[in-house]
Each structure stands twice: as C-alpha cells, then as structure tokens.
C-alpha cells in the first residue's frame, strides 16, 4: 500500500457522502476517494451486502478491499429519522452526494436534492439506477445485467447462433460509475463557475445516470447503422465485423488475439505469416476489400498460428509490429512485469490482516497521482469520529 499522508490527490479537500450500495454508486465514490477525496460511505447496519459477495476472508469479501478502499464507514439505520438526521447534517457540509436506491427512495426519506440544497445549495448529487429519475420505466428494478441487455451490449456478446453471454464482470455497473464521475467532475467545474455573494460555494445539480445509457453510450455505431440502413449488428464472437483482420486464433497451446485491421499493418501481418500474396493483392489494400474476404484471411492466419506456440506468435508478431496478445488470467496478470512496472498492482493489509494484492490507481496523473493511502474499513469504524466532528462543526445556540 502507498504511504501517503492526508490530504493528498486533486480532489483533497473534497467531501463525499456515500449513500449507495454493492457496485455502480461505490465505485464511483472508490474513483474520487483513490484522487483523494474524503468520502464517507454510509453503510446499513448489517453492511453494504457487497461485504458478503463473491470469494470472503474470515467473514469478509477480498473485493470489499478495492471497492471501500480510502473510505471511511459509519453505520446508520435510514428508515430511521434520526439516523436521516445525521445524514442531513454530514450533506450540509459535503460537496457531493452519491446514491443508487430505487427512484423515489430518496424522496420518502427527505433526502433528495430539492431538501438538502436548501441547507446547502452548491451541493452535486449523482444519482445512478436502472432507468433513471424520469420515464415509463423509472420504477422498475434494475441491476447492471438488465442494463446491459437493454443497452444493447448483451446480444452482442455470443458466438453466432449461441445464447448471448455476459461479460464476466459488471461492466454495466462499472461504466455507469465511470460516467457518473464524469458528471460529477463536470458539476463542479460548473459549481466554481457560479459562485457569487448569495452562492459562495456556487450552485450544485443532480446527475442522474441510468444504468441503462451509460453502456448504449458506448455502443458506437449499433444505432446509426441501423437508422440509415436497417442492418441489426449481430453477434461475431471474437471477431470485429466490418474491421478485417481482428480476432481470435487457436495457437498449438491456447489462444491469441491479433488485429492486423491498418492498411500497413495487414501487410507485415501477411508477409510475416508468408502470405504475400494476400499482403499484395491490390483488392485487399483497403478495410472495405477485407472485410469481403475475411473469412479467406482469417483461415490463413488461422493456419499459420494453429502449428504455433502463443509465446511463438508473439514474438513473431511483436518483431513485424503487428498488435497482438494473449488472453491474460489473473495469474497471467499477477506474473506480467508490465502490470508491475506500471504500479497496477498494489499490496494492502485487510483490517483481518491478510496481505491482499489489488489493482493500482487509474488513471496516472503526473502531478497529483493517486494513492491507496487506507484499507477498507470495518464496519462503522469511523462512526464516532464522524459524528464527533460533526459536533466540533454544529453552530453554537
């Protein structure tokens, strides 16, 4: 772990309310808190659930480690009003609130933006769900796996003729905190814009983020093809349609991946595997003429990498600089130098004292880098230091 003292990062000095739960509103406080900020995650009594996910350590999850990393815990009941009480007062002093209840949730609990701006008028809130904060679906339950098949993301992700798969980690969620961060960011730029005498913090907003559009933000061209041609994309596997040649290639010992799709880059590809013949052929000079005979270029690859090592083809790729690589695992990663030399790869010891290795900070800022300056907190750990300094800051009667 990174020996850092507080204040540290870009966003040191930035106070961060935690309301959410599991993945898309945590990991976005995780994104401001690795830059510094000082977030404060609000936790039920019995713990964000997440505590309980996947593979645990006497009693806790290892992810629970990445995800609440610099953060500190207090644990509050909300269906309780003095509870809500507490958090009125930690948003009168906090630059940003992050939640991803349901819609409406935040409006019971006299917890929504219009109620706590008027003690606090620069204060951003990001609110992440399903749907979002308007619409005919608004009410619906939603979790980043519906949102990705609503998105658009899920039909694409099959072999063809096969059932759609998912992506092996909740990426909905992940790219809804992603673009969460972002309006964040953005709503304090414009919060700084607008200070004046009666907003000396200047004026806050909601960021509302739907689970939803944050992955058919990154559909590129699936809507417009459709629009201007009627073509459905469908699913390809490994392959990219319409950019030729990128996919997958069984080596004589697993997979790699190779995308010889630049004009130049197709020709080294092809001489490299003694194809110049199809590197010459003035009809595949151009993507256009490719994408025609994929199938013919892919099987030449296909032949040449099938009698190969991954090692081998790497090496061979690498020296013609074609861009290729293999299908990494996490042993894969936790051995690769790269990863190591780029400090993606942080040791932390758990409150439980386990030493865990961890993913480093994205991204790298020159300046004002990043740090995993504390491990996750138990559970309300940091309960009475809140509340105490709550107390040092409550105006005098």
Wanted: with cysteine; aromatic share 6%.
């Amino acid at each position: 772990m990174t020996t850092i003292a507080a204040p540290f990062g870009p966003l040191a000095g930035l106070k961060v309310i935690e309301l959410g739960q599991l993945i898309a509103g945590p990991f976005a406080a995780k994104t401001l808190a690795d830059f510094g900020a000082e977030v404060v995650k609000v936790e039920p009594p019995g713990g964000d659930p997440l505590r309980q996910w996947r593979l645990l350590h006497e009693g806790t999850s290892v992810w629970w480690e990445v995800q609440s990393r610099n953060k500190q815990s207090i644990a509050l009941d909300l269906n309780d009003a003095a509870a809500r009480g507490i958090v009125r007062r930690l948003a009168a002093e906090a630059d940003v609130l992050i939640e991803n209840f349901k819609p409406g949730v935040m409006e019971a609990w006299g917890l929504d933006h219009a109620s706590l701006s008027a003690a606090n008028p620069g204060l951003v809130m990001l609110r992440i769900s399903g749907y979002g904060q308007s619409g005919p679906y608004k009410d619906r339950p939603g979790f980043g796996v519906v949102a990705e098949a609503m998105g658009g993301l899920r039909h694409l992700t099959a072999e063809p003729g096969h059932v759609p798969v998912r992506v092996g980690v909740s990426i909905g969620d992940t790219l809804a905190s992603l673009h969460g961060v972002i309006g964040i960011l953005m709503a304090l730029q414009h919060r700084h814009a607008t200070v004046s005498a009666d907003a000396p913090k200047g004026r806050g907003q909601v960021i509302d983020v739907a689970l939803y559009e944050a992955v058919f933000n990154c559909m590129e061209s699936l809507l417009p093809e459709y629009s201007a041609f009627g073509a459905v994309r469908e699913p390809a596997g490994s392959a990219l349609p319409g950019i030729a040649p990128s996919n997958a290639y069984r080596c004589s010992d697993g997979w790699v991946l190779v995308a010889g799709n630049g004009d130049s880059i197709f020709k080294r590809l092809m001489s490299t595997i003694g194809r110049d013949d199809l590197g010459n052929d003035p009809a595949l000079a151009g993507n256009a003429g490719r994408v025609a005979r994929v199938a013919e270029i892919d099987a030449a690859i296909g032949v040449w990498t099938a009698t190969r090592s991954v090692a081998g083809v790497l090496e061979a790729l690498n020296a013609a600089k074609v861009p290729a690589g293999r299908i990494y695992t996490a042993e894969d990663i936790a051995g690769d130098p790269h990863y190591r030399a780029r400090g993606m790869i942080e040791r932390v010891t758990t409150a439980a004292g386990l030493a865990l290795e961890v993913p480093g900070i994205v991204p790298k800022l020159s300046a004002t880098p990043g740090a995993i300056a504390r491990r996750a907190p138990t559970l309300g750990e940091d309960g009475d230091a809140i509340l105490a300094a709550l107390d040092r800051t409550a105006p005098s009667t």
